[in-house]
């Protein structure tokens, strides 16, 4: 397709000098307006907790009544990894669907004026009065187009229900982990990275943030960076309970730019695609194995922060025993909207709890399991309880129901040596399986991929 014509379609006899083409950011940096701004093949590369501050400039630099052209793939799943991103220094980080493009144009006030094959005019709302009636009627039909092909009306303000009929499901996902920045933790960290990229799916394609406690080896940085990993300097959150670093990932400011968000523990791998089992609507997570915090020492923290016991309605993972709401911190996953609210809460409990080992004695190790717990009885959310898959501990003693399982995610725990690979200890021919997949793949990287040799000159 010829963007010259695409243009004139739109607007005819634009003049040349008037026309801005992007090929990167800091072209933006210009103080002169544009009667037309092509930002072309950029979009897919600009992170999107960076693009707030993209569309103001965008808009900025837009002339009244001028037209914003965006050029970009689109793709079923804003978190896909296509087969041609195996070189992450060309990784898209910012995948649009056709409802993620959509939703940030009503959020921005924009119209979606004009589309052809993978490209796209926008105006500002506020201009459609400095356009003929002929051109007004037919951006605004071609808005409408798009929104009915989600069933969405046409409206002055959008609802989050509106939203999520554009972007269904997890959406945009963000996953994180938090390590210490030591050989153990580094290692645990960017496997769990490699995991994700090579076994994830749908999801393979997902932001992940690595958030390192205090500092960062920096060609640990880069290394982690190769794999389209974010990087992020966290401060320690307890020196007396390490655990509770984990928290760290919910204070990131660009969780606000995603519409899921994952923590996981750097002890866990992703061997298969979990996109299906996230709804995007519920806090959802996996009860812990077994009863690590017993049922008599909740007693004691209930008593003790004056909030009602809640009945014993679940069992565990694995042991099977009757416990409260009692979840694993492994694996956990919240829309953006509910952890916004939610983690305030967590962090009171965990730092009080962090600073009163005496309340749970022994058992203080899950320090961040039972403050978790706390928090959701003082502000419960729409729980949905993961599938054992979704947080499979790897241990030799397995029940019955773990024999029947195919895990997603393995939470190996300390059944790894120090290069990260994986120990053939389970009872589970399927968990083998995909142990043997992952070692493999962990192999071949080890002695062919060429970016190692690269690193060592």
Partial sequence: MNLSTFIHSIIPNVELEKVLKCCHIKDLNDNKLYKVIMFLNILEHVPSFEMASVWEKLKKALRPGGLIIIKTPLYENPNELGADEIDFSQFRCNKQTGGTLLRECIKKDLIFAASEGN????????????????????????????????????????????????????????????????????????????????????????????????????????????????????????????????????????ITSYDTVMLLDCDTIMVQDPYSYIDGEHFQAEMAAGLTVPNTIFHKLFAYYRLPLPKQNYLTAITKQRTIWYCNAGVLIFPTTMIQSFFPIWKKYTLDLSQKRNLLGKYFFFCEQASLTLAFAAHSLPFARLPLIMNFHLTPNISYEMKKCDPVIIHYHKMNDETGFLKHISKNPYTNKRISQFNDQLKTYLTTDPRLESSKN
């Fill in 119 to 254: 490209v796209y005019a926008l105006v500002r709302k506020e201009d459609l009065s400095l356009f003929s009636e002929d051109q007004k009627e037919r951006f605004l039909s071609h808005h409408k187009k798009w929104l009915t092909k989600y069933s969405v009306d046409v409206k002055e303000v959008y609802s989050e229900e509106d939203y999520s009929h554009l972007v269904p499901g997890a959406g945009r996902m963000m996953v994180g982990c938090v390590a210490e920045n030591n050989k153990k933790y580094q290692t645990q960290a960017l496997r769990l990275v490699q995991s994700i990229r090579w076994f994830g799916g749908k999801m393979a394609g997902a932001n992940i943030f690595v958030c390192m406690v205090d500092q960062a080896d920096p060609e640990y940085v880069k290394e982690l960076e190769k794999w389209g990993a974010f990087v992020r300097i966290v401060k320690r959150f307890s020196v007396s309970h390490p655990p509770s670093n984990k928290l760290r990932l919910f204070e990131l400011p660009e």
